[in-house]
């Protein structure tokens, strides 16, 4: 009887034991089927943040690529433009020489016409163009006169000078038509222009002075 109850104990003491053995192994094998799972999401995260870097590079790519294929046409275009420009500059250009150089014929046979009358002047009667060397390139004007007056200056042509300077340095031709002469001062903030100008109406005087 006593070794009965000290046996029981025993078996009692070893069901205690596995019981506790069966335990922790359960509770480790849930915790590994934890870890895995946990891994599995992580490694799920992992591939859709590659993926959406993926697109997120390729999106910038593409941008990039449309922004360079921007700026190329842009550039074509500005350069079209340019042409255009230029070409219409010089179709114009050729136009006011042709202009010029009718005018200079119908000036030259208006002096041809007149030349007896006006042997004891200055200067013949007539329209004469002159150019000058202005800040921006040539200006050129046409000089009217009449019995050794001048009666009028016109700016005809001034394709390089800037329209803001030109038109304070047009204020030399009242001066020179008040004084009948082109030993005037220049005007102060349009040197260039004003110097140009009163270049421009010598060099018509020159053309018009009786040989």
Do not use: H, W
């Amino acid at each position: 009887m006593k070794y009965q109850s000290f046996i029981m104990r025993v078996l009692c003491l070893l069901l205690i034991v596995g019981v506790v053995l069966g335990y922790n192994s359960m509770q480790k094998k849930d915790s590994d089927t934890e870890k895995d799972q946990q891994i599995a999401s992580l490694t799920t995260r992992v591939e859709a943040l590659e993926k959406q870097q993926d697109e997120i590079l390729s999106a910038l790519e593409e941008a990039a690529k449309a922004q360079e294929e921007a700026k190329k046409k842009a550039e074509e275009e500005a350069k079209n433009q340019k042409a255009q420009t230029e070409e219409a500059a010089s179709g114009d250009a050729s136009e006011d020489a042709k202009k010029d150089d009718e005018n200079t014929d119908e000036t030259e046979a208006e002096d041809a016409s007149s030349e007896e009358e006006s042997e004891d002047l200055v200067y013949k009667n007539g329209t004469y163009t002159g150019d000058g060397q202005g800040f921006g390139g040539n200006i050129q004007v046409q000089v009217t006169l009449e019995n050794d007056t001048i009666t009028d200056i016109q700016v005809v042509s001034a394709p390089g000078e800037d329209s803001a300077y030109l038109s304070q340095g047009q204020g030399v031709i009242s001066t020179i038509l008040a004084s009948q002469s082109t030993d005037v001062d220049t005007i102060s903030g349009a040197t260039f222009s004003s110097t140009g100008i009163i270049n421009a109406v010598n060099d018509a005087l020159g053309k018009a002075e009786n040989q």
